[in-house]
């Protein structure tokens, strides 16, 4: 099910990593744009499979429009986990490789556009995160 | 070369087999070896997508057991992948050469013990552990490749048979 057209329906986001990680971006977010609401964490440590699986939909079955899970890498056990919580409900993306940029873009954007749209322009803006600067010597 | 990494791990593929084992042993393939999984579509599809650059097969013990032989002497690195101890031991029972496993991760259920931070067991765990070390398996405790391996059977005497 999608939000009704032209609705500022805010598109609520899971953010499940390795270790400390999502409390980690979620305060660095907030360094850069104050307090963060309705992000929700949680990581995948110490828990199996089944349970990460078990944590990961307790937290994304109230989402009447769907949502995001955004994770850190594809493979990983908060993707595979995530995917197998995400097929039993609505419009549930997984977005992997999640970095701050990208979490910044989707506060920005949240209530802009649906699931599908704004897990498509995270994943362009993650990818253009990602730079190389030279630093020539003088 | 063939088979490099027998490993044991309620997560099947995840972070550390594909990036701690996977970037040092670089496997051409990865046996997800689960009756459960092979015989679930969406599941099937997930795991055989979630190693890029890396052919991942999902089989059944039975299907795994056939091919372990032949596969043991293929060209290229493979790793093998269970979720518990009784579908080792059922692998072995099979056919499959009992052999080297890694106990990378068997997290905590109701009624399991602690061995360890990622090795919790019952006592049909520890029977399973026992038949496999009866049969010529070693069981050896190493979650990625940079902590220090140790026997199950040093984990835990009632492993041993």
């Not at chain 2, 997560?11 to 092979?38: E, F, K, T």
Request: proline share 5%.
């Amino acid at each position: 099910m999608s939000a009704p057209e032209g609705s500022a329906v805010r598109v609520p986001a899971l953010i499940v990593m390795h270790a400390d990680l999502a409390q980690a971006l979620v305060r660095a977010a907030e360094k850069v744009v104050g307090a963060v609401e309705d992000v929700t964490r949680l990581s995948n440590e110490g828990l199996s499979r089944t349970d990460l699986e078990q944590a990961i939909e307790e937290r994304v079955r109230d989402w009447p429009h769907g949502g995001l899970l955004l994770t850190d890498f594809w493979g990983g056990s908060c993707h595979t986990s995530g995917a197998a919580a995400a097929r039993r409900h609505g419009e549930v993306l997984i977005v992997t490789g999640v970095n701050l940029p990208l979490l910044l873009d989707y506060l920005h954007n949240r209530e802009r556009m649906g699931a599908a749209e704004l897990a498509e322009r995270l994943q362009q803006k993650g990818r253009d995160s990602i730079r190389v600067q030279r630093c020539e010597p003088v | 070369m063939s088979w490099v990494l027998q490993r044991i791990d309620d997560r099947l593929i995840h972070g550390q087999v594909l990036i701690a084992w996977g970037s040092r042993l670089a496997p051409a393939r990865i046996y997800v070896v689960d009756d459960g999984v092979a015989a679930t579509p969406w599941e099937r599809d997930l795991f055989r997508e979630a190693a890029p650059g890396i052919e991942v097969r999902v089989t059944t013990v039975a299907e795994a057991a056939a091919a372990h032989g032949t596969e043991a002497t293929a060209d290229g690195a493979a790793f093998l992948l269970v979720r518990d101890l009784a579908t080792a031991r059922r692998l072995v029972e099979a056919g499959a050469t009992p052999g080297d496993w890694n106990v990378g991760g068997l997290h905590y259920a109701p009624g399991k013990d602690k061995v360890n931070d990622y090795v919790y067991l019952d006592a049909a765990d520890r029977a399973d552990a026992r038949a496999l070390t009866a049969a010529g398996a070693t069981l050896v405790v190493q979650d990625v490749p940079s902590t220090r391996p140790q026997t199950l059977a040093a984990l835990d005497p009632t492993t041993a048979p």
